[in-house]
């Protein structure tokens, strides 16, 4: 008997997977999926398209303030 509801065990397992998936929720998470995916890709993409002269605008912001404090 204790076979038996061992072997039910990943059939159960997998019609829930399947069930929350398919359901609202499914949906949802794989919504946010894809939008933490695309504000992940415009920030890696800004960030190469942009880096050297945000870099150069923070040399020369540290550079003023080096000089603004006498150091």
């Known amino acids: 008997m204790e076979m038996n509801n061992a072997a ?3 059939r159960l397992l997998v ?3 399947k069930a929350y ?3 609202e929720r499914g949906a949802s ?3 946010y999926a894809l ?3 695309l504000i992940a890709m415009v920030a890696i993409i800004a960030v190469t398209y942009f880096g050297g002269a945000l ?3 923070n040399s020369g ?3 003023s303030i080096q000089s ?3 150091g």
């Open 21 to 23: 998936f398919a359901g």
């Open 29 to 31: 998470l794989v919504e």
């Open 8 to 10: 039910h065990i990943p």
């Open 68 to 70: 603004a404090t006498g």
């Open 61 to 63: 912001i540290a550079a």
């Open 35 to 37: 939008l933490v995916g």
């Open 55 to 57: 870099g150069d605008k």
């Open 15 to 17: 019609a829930r997977f």
